[in-house]
């Protein structure tokens, strides 16, 4: 599941994303409120994490041009203002939750994780191709019909492919996206990382998903 948090102190971002990336979820940062509206209108999220207080465009004028665009993404306030007057503005203006800073991670996982089931439409969010399935609610993957056994980062390789499926991805974009950080280009992680997935979700069967393109990076894909 894809998460956006539009939060300016890069110390803080950094943070989350790392908790909720080793939790499950695929994240992306926006560090100002343009970009962070940007990409809550361009791309697809199943919740957004929102500074109230951000520079360029503030919280509150995000989630109104959200809604205003008839997206109802769960957005949740993660902000430190802390008067009863911000917390009850922003679940007026459409926020699922207000949470106040500082907050126990714990906690704030714990509230994205309700959010979702509530959502009907976020639990049958899957993933496809072919014969491949990913459950990205149960973080369950099958392949013709057999239960694939894949580790945290394994899931949310073979999910961040699935998601770009027909595209080459390069080993910078893999690492950013599945790790969070951008590897030297000595390290080969990225590359053990995906001999290990292919050796489970490739090797057993006969049609082969996961291409290598010399010099570039990998796709899914169904083979010609």
Do not use: C
Not at 12 to 40: C, M, P
């Amino acid at each position: 599941m894809r998460i956006l948090i539009v939060e300016d102190e890069q110390k803080a971002a950094n943070y989350l994303k790392k908790g909720l990336t080793e939790n499950g979820f695929s994240v992306d940062i926006a560090n100002d409120g343009e970009d962070g509206l940007h990409l809550a209108l361009t791309e697809v999220y199943s919740l957004i994490i929102l500074d109230v207080m951000l520079p360029l465009r503030g919280g509150w004028s995000i989630i109104k041009e959200l809604r205003a665009a008839g997206n109802d993404v769960p957005v949740i306030f993660l902000s430190a203002r802390d008067e009863v007057h911000d917390r009850v503005h922003g679940l007026e203006l459409g926020a699922d939750d207000y949470l106040v800073k500082p907050y126990a991670f714990s906690e704030l996982l714990a509230r994205i994780r309700i959010i979702l089931r509530r959502h009907p439409l976020q639990q049958s969010e899957s993933l496809r191709l072919a014969d491949l399935e990913l459950d990205l609610i149960r973080h369950k993957a099958r392949r013709g019909g057999r239960s694939l056994d894949l580790t945290v980062k394994e899931f949310q390789l073979l999910a961040l492919m699935l998601r770009r499926r027909g595209e080459v991805l390069s080993r910078t974009t893999i690492s950013e996206q599945v790790w969070g950080i951008n590897f030297d280009t000595d390290t080969n992680v990225v590359d053990v990382a995906i001999r290990r997935l292919r050796k489970k979700v490739d090797d057993p069967f006969p049609v082969k998903l996961i291409q290598t393109i010399r010099g570039v990076g990998y796709v899914l894909d169904e083979t010609a």
